[in-house]
């Protein structure tokens, strides 16, 4: 098993470097995000899982995740990657797929694996007409979904906040899309760094914010394990607390440690108040 030590470190509430304890005022609000609903994106520990996807796993449930939000299968088949995940305890409840292959396979595979979600990863236009066909595509593909029994979400990057011709392709994506057929999975990190609000993202599209990836941001703008960065995760979970989402997904794109990485997410949203 990888870094086993770290599960049992966790298990035991000894004090692990680098990882953020209980914020400072947690008595004072007394809301937290609910274990059960903390989950991590697995491409941040993908150089790992590609080496022992197994061990990787159950290492993640050594430190506490139960829920995680797949980024490929790594060469199993849907059936062995649910497998492995039964063994560790471990429920995946998302998945990041484009909608250009067989939407019939995505869904016999999202089934398999037992998943409520599938997240479109990465679009990115030169032209807004070009966004409008995609809209209509991801529209016409959330609906094939619903009637599958999964809800089709899109995952945000920077540049859809960024004005093509005077127009955001993420009005064009929310406006040209239903709450029925798409939701939407707000990337913390993507949309502070793309100039937004994601507070303001979040009641523009209310009740469309079903997920976030709780991706943090360094003060030169690159990438930070959960709680160690810039982003007032405190304020932004306070604020639609009362209509929460159903998922917090802890992600790093480039972790110099990832099972380091998964813990400090973890801790750190287990033990946040606000």
Known sequence: MLRAGLGVAVAAGVAVPGIAAAEPDGGRHGLRVPRHKISIQLYTLRTLLAVDLAGTLSALADIGYRKVELAGLHGRTAAEFRAILDRVGIHATSSHNGIDGDLNQVIADAHTLGQRKVVVPFVNLPTIAQWQEFTARLEAAGAVFRRAGLSLGYHNHAHEFKPIDGVRPYDVITRGTTRRNVHLEVDLYWAVTGGVDPVRVYWDNFPRVRQYHVKDRAPDGGFADPGTG?????????????????EYIVEHDQPGDPLHTALVGYQYLANLRF
């Open 230 to 246: 810039t982003i007032d995760f405190r304020h932004i979970f306070r604020a639609n607390h009362a209509h929460e989402v159903d």
